[in-house]
C-alpha cells in the first residue's frame, strides 16, 4: 500500500457491510474493518464460529460484500488454508489469474483453546493466509466463559469472582509468541484505538508471502463490563498499562515494538499501573477489596515481567 | 486398445483411480489401513504426475475441513481415512454435506476403538451414516478402483451436490493384491468430466457467503432439501452405473443380488463379504439349498424399494451387520425391516452380527447361518462367532 490517508482508505471497498448484528460498542467489526484495509487485493474471508461469525451471517442474511465461508469451530485455520489450497491449485493450473488474500476471523476460545492445534499445523504449512484473532478474552458467544485469554482476576461465568475465590487465577497464555515461535513470516499484537498501527501491520501480513498472525484486543462491553462508547478508550487503557503491548515480529526473530508501547519503552510515555485497567471495567472490580490487594500486586509483577522480557527481546 | 491388467492392493488402486482423476486438492492425514493410499498419492505429487495441490494435515479434523473448504472454493478434492479418522472427522461430516460439498473420501473400513483395534469390520462408516453423505460399498480391489472414478459423477450432479463416502474393507481389500483392469486415463478423465462448482467461493466478482446459521426453520428446511437431493442420488447412481458399464463392460447396480430370483432364504451383506457368501451360496445350491445373497452397493442413499422386491416371497432373510448399536441392533437389520414393511408377507428376518474387529468369517460360517434359517434356530439377534 503506497498511502494510509483516511481519505484514501475511504475508497477502498466496503467488504463488511453495515447492518450485523454485533452489539452496540463491540470492537470486532471495527477491527475487521480496518483488517480488511490492509489489501487492495480480492480477500475472500473465513471465520471460526463465535460472535463475528453468527452476526455477520444469519440466514438468509449476509454481512459479506466479499467470499464468506464458516465450517465450525476449533477449525478456522483449516478453513482458511483449505481455501487458499485450492486457489494455489487453480492457479498453477491457469484457471485463475488474479492475486487474491486470504484471511480468517477467530475469536480467542477458536485461537488459544480449541483451535489451536489446526492453527499451528496451518503456520507450519505455510499457507498464504493470515489469522486474525478477534481477542475479548473469554467466550462471549456462550456467555462470558473463561479462556486460555482470559486476563487474570476477570470474573467470568465460569471463573466467578467469590468469598474465596478472585476471579480467574492464571494468567493468559502468551499466544502471539507462540505463533512467532512458529518462525512465520509476521506475527503482531493490535489494537483497535490505533487504526494507523492496524492497518500497517495487517499489510504486513497480507503482503508478508507466506502466514500471518495478528493478535487484536478486541474490548466486549457485556463481557468486560464498560459502557459502550468506551470501547476504543479501553483498548487505548490496555496498551497503556502494558497488559496489551503493540509490537510486530517478523520470521520469529526481529522483535519491533510499535506505536504508544515504543514510547513508554523510550520513557516518551507514561507506563500506567494495571490498577487503572481493573478500575475501568465491572469484570474487575471486586479486586478492590482489600483481601486481594497481594493478588492485584502479583498481577503487577506479572505485567512488569512479561513487559521486561518483551522489551529484551525488542533490543536483541 | 485397453490397457494392461495390474497386480494391485485396494489402496493402491484408489490412490491409482485418482491420479487418473488428477484432483486439484487432496488433504489427508495418516490412518491405518488407510495410509497407503495418501502415500502412493504422494508419490504422484512428488514426480509430478498429477496436478493436485496436496495438503498434509495435522489431524482428521483439519482434512476433512481443508477439503470441504476446498470444494467449496471451487476445487475438485478428495481424501481418504478410516476408525478414528473418521470418527475425529465427525464434527464436520454433515457440515460437509450441508454445505453441499461433492468431494470423496475412500474409507478403508476399521473397527472403532475401544478397545483400540485395526482390523476390519464396519463400525467408522455406520457411525458416518447419518451425516447425508452417499456411501458406496466394494466387493473387492477392482470395484474399490471402479467407484472411485464412479463417485464423483454421482456427487457432483447438479442436482446431488452431495459428498459420497467409497468404502473397502480393511485389509481385507486395502492389503490385498487382486488382479483388476483399470481404464485408460484419457477414458476416466473424459467419464469424470471438468469440475464445476455452482457457487465457488474464489468467483470474487460474485461474492457468495457459505456455511451461515440457521434459525428453526431454515435448519428444518435445508435438511429437506437434503433428504431430496438424496432421492435424486439414488435415479443418478442407476444413471452413471450404466454409462459405466459402457467404458468398461463392468455393470453395478444399487443393490447387487447373486441367485436371489428363486431363492427361499437370503442374506444381506456389505462389502467383502458379498464375495464369501457368493461362495456360501454356491455350496448350498449344490446341497438343494435354495439360497441367495445380496449387497446394497449404494447404501446411502438407501434402496429400499429394491430391497422390499428383493425380500418378496422369501421365507428368511438374515442380515449380516459388522457393526452393533449396542442394547439394540446391528444398523443394518431395522432398515431392512422398514424396507420389508412394503410387503404384503414380511419374511423371516435374522440379524448376524459378525466380524467384529477382525474375526474372520468364512464361508462355513455364512453357511451355518442359511442352515440355522432352514432349521429354525435363528434367533431374532445372533452373534455369529463370538466366544463365551
Given at each position: 500500500m503506497s498511502t494510509m490517508s483516511l481519505k484514501d482508505l475511504n475508497k477502498l471497498p466496503v467488504r463488511l457491510t453495515s447492518g450485523h448484528r454485533l452489539c452496540a460498542g463491540c470492537a470486532e467489526s471495527i477491527i475487521a474493518r480496518q483488517i480488511l484495509m490492509g489489501t487492495e487485493h480480492p480477500v475472500a474471508v473465513s471465520s471460526s464460529t463465535g460472535c463475528f461469525e453468527v452476526s455477520t451471517t444469519i440466514f438468509p442474511y449476509t454481512s459479506w460484500n466479499t467470499p464468506w465461508i464458516h465450517t465450525a469451530f476449533g477449525n478456522g485455520a483449516a478453513t482458511c488454508a483449505g481455501v487458499e489450497a485450492a486457489y494455489q491449485s487453480l492457479k498453477r493450473q491457469g484457471k485463475i489469474t488474479e492475486e487474491m488474500r486470504?484471511?480468517?476471523?477467530?475469536?480467542?476460545?477458536?485461537?488459544?483453546?480449541?483451535?489451536?492445534?489446526?492453527?499451528?499445523?496451518?503456520?507450519?504449512?505455510?499457507?498464504?493466509?493470515?489469522?486474525?484473532?478477534?481477542?475479548?478474552?473469554?467466550?462471549?458467544?456462550?456467555?462470558?466463559?473463561r479462556s486460555g485469554a482470559t486476563g487474570t482476576g476477570a470474573s467470568t461465568t465460569t471463573s466467578p469472582a467469590g468469598a474465596i475465590s478472585p476471579g480467574k487465577k492464571e494468567f493468559p497464555k502468551d499466544m502471539t509468541l507462540v505463533m512467532a515461535a512458529h518462525?512465520?513470516?509476521?506475527?503482531?499484537?493490535?489494537?483497535?484505538?490505533?487504526?494507523?498501527?492496524?492497518?500497517?501491520?495487517?499489510?504486513?501480513?497480507?503482503e508478508c508471502g507466506g502466514p500471518s498472525f495478528i493478535n487484536a484486543i478486541s474490548p466486549c462491553p457485556r463481557g468486560w463490563r464498560f459502557p459502550s462508547e468506551q470501547t476504543v478508550a479501553i483498548a487505548k487503557l490496555a496498551v497503556e498499562c502494558c497488559v496489551w503491548p503493540l509490537y510486530e515480529v517478523e520470521h520469529g526473530t526481529e522483535f519491533t515494538l510499535t506505536a504508544e508501547s515504543k514510547r513508554i519503552a523510550d520513557g516518551k510515555a507514561e507506563k500506567r499501573p494495571v490498577t487503572d485497567w481493573f478500575d475501568a471495567q465491572g469484570r474487575y472490580k471486586h479486586l478492590r477489596q482489600e483481601k486481594w490487594e497481594p493478588f492485584v500486586e502479583s498481577i503487577q509483577e506479572e505485567v512488569d515481567r512479561r513487559w521486561d522480557r518483551l522489551q529484551k527481546l525488542c533490543s536483541l | 486398445m485397453s490397457p494392461k491388467d495390474m497386480a494391485i492392493n485396494g489402496d493402491s488402486a484408489v490412490a491409482f483411480a485418482w491420479k487418473q482423476i488428477d484432483p486439484d486438492v487432496c488433504a489427508a492425514y495418516p490412518i491405518t489401513p488407510q495410509t497407503i493410499i495418501v502415500e502412493r498419492f504422494s508419490d504422484y505429487v512428488a514426480d509430478g504426475e498429477v496436478h493436485t495441490e496436496f495438503v498434509c494435515v495435522e489431524s482428521e479434523h483439519s482434512a476433512l475441513t481443508v477439503c470441504t473448504a476446498s470444494q467449496s472454493a471451487g476445487a475438485r478434492t478428495f481424501t481418504a481415512t478410516a476408525s478414528q479418522g473418521l470418527a475425529y472427522m465427525w464434527e464436520m461430516l454433515p457440515i460437509t454435506s450441508a454445505m453441499r460439498t461433492p468431494l470423496i473420501m475412500a474409507v478403508a473400513n476399521r473397527a472403532v476403538s475401544g478397545p483400540i483395534n485395526i482390523n476390519n469390520d464396519h463400525g467408522d462408516v455406520m457411525a458416518a451414516r447419518d451425516c447425508g453423505w452417499i456411501s458406496l460399498f466394494s466387493e473387492n480391489v477392482q470395484e474399490a478402483y471402479d467407484m472411485s472414478i464412479i463417485a464423483p459423477r454421482i456427487a457432483e450432479h447438479w442436482?446431488?451436490?452431495?459428498?459420497?463416502?467409497?468404502?473397502?474393507?480393511?485389509?481385507?481389500?486395502?492389503?490385498?493384491?487382486?488382479?483388476?483392469?483399470?481404464?485408460?486415463?484419457?477414458?476416466?478423465?473424459?467419464?469424470?468430466?471438468?469440475?464445476?462448482?455452482?457457487?465457488?467461493?474464489?468467483?470474487?466478482?460474485?461474492?457468495?457467503?457459505?456455511?451461515?446459521?440457521?434459525?428453526?426453520?431454515?435448519?428444518?428446511?435445508?435438511?429437506?432439501?437434503?433428504?431430496?437431493?438424496?432421492?435424486?442420488?439414488?435415479?443418478?447412481?442407476?444413471?452413471?452405473?450404466?454409462?459405466?458399464?459402457?467404458?468398461?463392460?463392468?455393470?453395478?447396480?444399487?443393490?447387487?443380488?447373486?441367485?436371489?430370483?428363486?431363492?427361499?432364504?437370503?442374506?444381506?451383506?456389505?462389502?467383502?463379504?458379498?464375495g464369501t457368501a457368493k461362495a456360501a451360496v454356491d455350496k448350498l445350491r449344490a446341497e438343494g439349498v435354495k439360497a441367495g445373497c445380496a449387497m446394497p452397493r449404494v447404501y446411502r442413499p438407501f434402496p429400499e424399494k429394491m430391497l422390499a422386491e428383493l425380500m418378496k416371497g422369501k421365507k428368511g432373510v438374515a442380515v449380516m451387520d459388522k457393526h452393533l448399536s449396542i442394547g439394540a441392533y446391528g444398523p443394518l437389520y431395522p432398515e431392512m425391516i422398514a424396507a420389508a414393511l412394503d410387503l404384503e408377507v414380511i419374511p423371516g428376518m435374522y440379524n448376524y452380527i459378525y466380524g467384529l474387529g477382525g474375526v474372520d468369517v468364512t464361508v462355513d460360517h455364512i453357511k451355518s447361518i442359511f442352515e440355522d434359517m432352514v432349521e429354525g434356530r435363528s434367533e431374532k439377534v445372533n452373534f455369529l462367532g463370538v466366544k463365551l
Open positions: 486470504f484471511v480468517n476471523f477467530a475469536g480467542d476460545g477458536a485461537t488459544y483453546d480449541i483451535g489451536l492445534q489446526a492453527l499451528s499445523g496451518a503456520m507450519e504449512r505455510g499457507h498464504h493466509m493470515m489469522f486474525v484473532c478477534l481477542n475479548n478474552e473469554a467466550y462471549m458467544n456462550t456467555g462470558i466463559q518462525n512465520i513470516p509476521f506475527a503482531a499484537q493490535v489494537s483497535p484505538h490505533n487504526w494507523r498501527d492496524l492497518i500497517s501491520k495487517a499489510n504486513k501480513g497480507f | 442436482d446431488v451436490q452431495l459428498p459420497c463416502l467409497v468404502n473397502l474393507d480393511g485389509f481385507i481389500l486395502t492389503h490385498a493384491i487382486e488382479r483388476i483392469s483399470p481404464l485408460e486415463t484419457h477414458t476416466v478423465k473424459e467419464f469424470v468430466g471438468e469440475y464445476k462448482a455452482r457457487y465457488p467461493l474464489l468467483d470474487h466478482r460474485n461474492p457468495v457467503s457459505h456455511g451461515l446459521m440457521d434459525g428453526p426453520d431454515f435448519y428444518y428446511q435445508h435438511k429437506y432439501q437434503l433428504v431430496e437431493a438424496m432421492a435424486k442420488a439414488a435415479q443418478v447412481a442407476e444413471e452413471v452405473f450404466k454409462e459405466f458399464a459402457e467404458i468398461s463392460g463392468r455393470e453395478y447396480h444399487s443393490v447387487e443380488r447373486y441367485l436371489c430370483d428363486d431363492a427361499e432364504y437370503i442374506a444381506i451383506v456389505l462389502g467383502s463379504s458379498f
